[in-house]
């Protein structure tokens, strides 16, 4: 099957400072990538979804200019926490579709990110 | 998008069949049931996708009633490598977010 890649798989930072976290598509094209955040012992909750060539799409309640994302390729969307606070550690995942008529969604493992 | 309701989690023991049922009311007419896997800090894995009746594959089995308004996960004789959550989700019949539910936590015992 299609496999979604994440970089970093773990980020520790001092708060403040930005922290990107990198998703890519490696064997297949994606127009449409989408980035969720989840806290423990909770489901995933989407934030946006990242469009190619386009600005982003933000689900109600996540901060755009806190949440920053790229899809300058088929292959690689970047989501960029600036000013990352304790309160923004949690696993931050990221989906992809591959190709058109598709509804099959491959998913990255995750970014745990840990804000100190 | 449709809201789905499943039981937030069953237990079981290896060698058992585990049946995860889901209700989803209102779906609609060009909605796809689709069922994930997650284990702990990895993103979650697609198990199954159906529109109608029954699919099978290598891993587990969906069953639809003809109302569509609810589905049933089928695992064959789990292991102890099946505990995970399982999240049931309901897909618009193109390119669409997915908004998932809480899913049910499965806890298989030796």
């Known amino acids: 099957g299609a496999v979604v890649s994440q970089h970093p798989s773990r980020v520790i930072c001092k708060s403040g400072t930005s922290v990107k976290i990198e998703c890519r598509s490696l064997?297949?094209?994606?127009?449409?990538m989408f980035w969720y955040r989840q806290f423990p012992k909770k489901s995933l909750m989407l934030m946006a979804t990242s469009n190619e060539g386009s600005k982003a799409t933000y689900e109600q309640g996540v901060e755009k200019d806190k949440f920053l994302i790229n899809h300058a390729s088929l292959t690689l969307s970047t989501l960029t926490v600036t000013s990352a606070h304790p309160e923004d550690s949690s696993f931050y995942i990221c989906s992809a579709i591959p190709g058109q008529g598709s509804n099959e969604q491959f998913f990255g493992p995750g970014t745990r990110l840990t804000v100190l | 998008l449709a809201k789905t309701t499943q039981p937030i989690s069953m237990d079981s023991y290896e060698g058992q069949e585990v049946n995860i049922t889901c209700s989803h009311n209102n779906i609609a007419t060009n909605d796809y049931i689709t069922w994930y896997q997650q284990f702990p800090s990895q993103g979650p894995r697609f198990i199954i996708q159906g529109y109608k009746t029954k699919v099978t594959n290598e891993v587990a089995s969906l069953f639809i009633p003809a109302d569509r308004k609810s589905s049933t996960l089928s695992l064959p004789r789990v292991s102890l490598s099946d505990t995970a959550v399982y999240y049931c989700l309901v897909v618009g019949g193109s390119q669409g977010n997915l908004i998932f539910g809480k899913g049910t936590k499965l806890s298989v015992k030796p």
């Open positions: 064997d297949f094209q994606a127009t449409t």
